[in-house]
């Protein structure tokens, strides 16, 4: 069993589409060069640690009480398409008290820590590497602010998902041959996952972010995972091959926010004026097709589109 793992993953920005995703409009996505990085490590003392500084919480269990307490609890299922499903509103709240979180608590971080426990026992049950839950250390380290909207939990999920897969034999990466340097060694190589390996972790980060989120669209972990830009319409996910090298001015006013709460207010206000949230949905997704196009012409013709004058006009009528 590998006993020692780093893994990162971006966060993201949505350029389109930010809402109209959720109703199976189009958007567009693309990854930051700023991450989330997790090390994972087989623990000595022989139990399990999630440990993230970020936002203050360190929790440790031994693994004998996760697999007598916790895991025989639980309702670990599938859908009917086989994917796994997120805990039942049963297990959710065993989850909570197994935890000693309360009932009623949404804050993402207490969320992360349900999230860790709930893919940690249904993924390390499915292990190939061994008969038991494996004693592991977590550690999470990030670039990302905590709800500013760039994707921190997405990409602390998909981490959370590639080194638990990994740990338990399940999904391993390998050494890029164009990149490997000396052949004899193996520092300073890089890793790379499969396309299959990656659609498995995003798979079981989208559950994470179920977890946190409620009812994401899935957008943020697939392009997490995939990194790049993509399309992105009900789960289907399409690469944008030309997109150009683009700045992008963030600004963290240092007011988190909750992306559950702010997915139900949008919800609300879908259900009570339908006849104005149809059509305004219908504009973002128009919005969001042309720009592929624009973004298309950009990375074709660099020497031409030199400013963000040119993508105005673009889309001027």
């Known amino acids: 069993m590998t006993t020692d793992i780093v893994v990162s993953a971006p966060g993201k920005v949505i350029l389109h589409g930010e809402h109209s995703v959720v109703y199976g409009k189009v958007a567009v996505a693309s990854s930051l060069n700023l991450r989330c990085f997790v090390h994972a490590a087989i623990s000595k003392d022989g139990d399990v640690t999630l440990d993230l500084p970020d936002v203050n919480i360190c929790r440790k269990w031994s693994v004998a009480s996760l697999e007598n307490n916790l895991l025989p609890r639980l309702e670990l299922c599938h859908d009917s398409h086989g994917h796994p499903s997120p805990p039942t509103e049963k297990s959710l709240h065993r989850l909570k008290q197994f935890a000693e979180i309360d009932t009623e608590e949404s804050e993402s971080r207490h969320l992360a820590i349900i999230s860790f426990l709930y893919l940690y026992c249904y993924i390390g049950q499915r292990s190939k590497e061994q008969s038991g839950l494996p004693p592991i250390h977590v550690r999470m380290i990030s670039q990302l602010p905590v709800g500013a909207g760039l ?93 150009p090298s683009i700045k992008i001015l963030l600004t963290n006013t240092n007011v988190p926010r909750s992306t559950k709460t702010l997915v139900a207010y949008v919800k609300n206000k879908h259900d009570k004026f339908p006849e104005v949230m149809g059509p305004v949905l219908q504009a973002m997704e128009g919005l969001a097709e042309r720009s592929i196009k624009v973004y298309g012409h950009m990375f074709d013709r660099p020497d031409k589109w030199q400013g963000y004058s040119q993508l105005e006009v673009s889309f001027s009528f």
Do not use: Y
């Open 151 to 243: 994707g921190s939990s997405a990409a602390f999920s998909v981490c959370l998902a590639a080194v638990l897969l990994q740990l338990t034999g399940q999904a391993t990466p390998s050494v890029h041959p164009e990149e490997q340097g000396d052949s004899n060694s193996a520092k300073g190589a890089v890793w790379k996952w499969s396309l299959d390996d990656l659609l498995l972790i995003n798979k079981w980060a989208f559950l994470g972010e179920k977890i946190i989120h409620g009812h994401p669209s899935g957008i943020d972990n697939s392009v997490s995972t995939l990194g790049g830009a993509i399309r992105f319409q009900n789960k289907q996910i399409t690469t944008v091959e030309k997109m």
